[in-house]
């Protein structure tokens, strides 16, 4: 089993970045890890995926350029910064953990962090 | 980029009665090794989600057998034989293309209780 817990709420200004933390806890280091958004009433948005044995990120096309994801192994901690921000951005951040390779879904998700961008 | 769409948005259903949740993908989800890396989510307010079917029709451990997956290529299908209360919540499928790794939902159907 794997629990992933979530830093806290944040409220930014537009223009500005965020990073949220996702720190998992458990059997293994999950194999790879996802970066999910929920704006207010609305779905799911993948935003891209870290395999936390190459250290290789893939992102969805709407955040290319804008978003960076990483892990620090050694402190079982994944990493999701999102740049520029704007209203649009105001969501719950989701971390989410495909235990091993080849699942390709979510074994796994942390609490969900709220984002909210506000002047 | 593949499009995942959802029918119905809505489904108020009767505790015991059937339930069906349709998901079309706009090209086929077939990978190159054999397998439809199509899975189905659900969501209760205030929660995140959680996966119940993998790989088209695999259901998870400890997920209900009432739920069920099937289907191909891109006609998906999630069924839930008789509802119960704690299943109200919103369905998600959603799929993995095949490389570069890219995942996309479906846009989502709310199954609330009559």
């Known amino acids: 089993q794997v629990q992933l817990v979530q830093s806290g709420a944040e409220v930014k200004k537009p223009g500005s970045s965020v990073k949220v933390s996702c720190k998992a806890s458990?059997?293994?280091?999950?194999?790879?890890i996802s970066w999910v958004r929920q704006a207010p009433g609305q779905g799911l948005e993948w935003m891209g995926r870290l395999i936390s044995v190459f250290g290789l990120p893939n992102y969805a096309q709407n955040f290319q350029g804008r978003v960076t994801i990483t892990a620090d192994k050694s402190t079982s901690t994944a990493y999701m910064e999102l740049y520029s921000l704007t209203f649009e951005d105001t969501a719950v951040y989701y971390c989410?953990?495909?235990?091993?390779?080849?699942?390709?879904?979510?074994?796994?998700w942390g609490q969900g962090t709220l984002v909210t961008v506000s002047s | 980029e593949i499009v995942m769409t959802q029918t119905p948005h809505s489904l108020p259903v009767t505790v015991g009665q059937p339930a069906s949740i349709s998901c079309r993908s706009s090209q086929s989800l077939a990978h190159s090794d054999g397998n439809t890396y199509l899975s189905w989510l659900q969501q209760r307010p205030g929660q995140p989600p959680r996966v119940l079917i993998y790989?088209?029709?695999n259901r998870v451990s400890g997920v209900p057998d009432r739920f069920s997956g099937s289907g191909a290529g891109t006609d998906f299908t999630l069924e839930i034989s008789r509802v119960d209360p704690e299943d109200a919540g919103i369905y998600y499928c959603?799929?993995?293309?095949?490389?570069?790794?890219?995942?996309?939902f479906g846009q989502g159907t709310k199954l609330e209780i009559k």
């Open positions: 458990g059997d293994t280091f999950p194999y790879a």
């Open positions: 959603m799929q993995v293309t095949q490389f570069p790794h890219v995942y996309t």
């Open positions: 790989k088209t029709s």
């Open positions: 989410a953990a495909e235990k091993d390779y080849g699942h390709f879904y979510f074994d796994f």
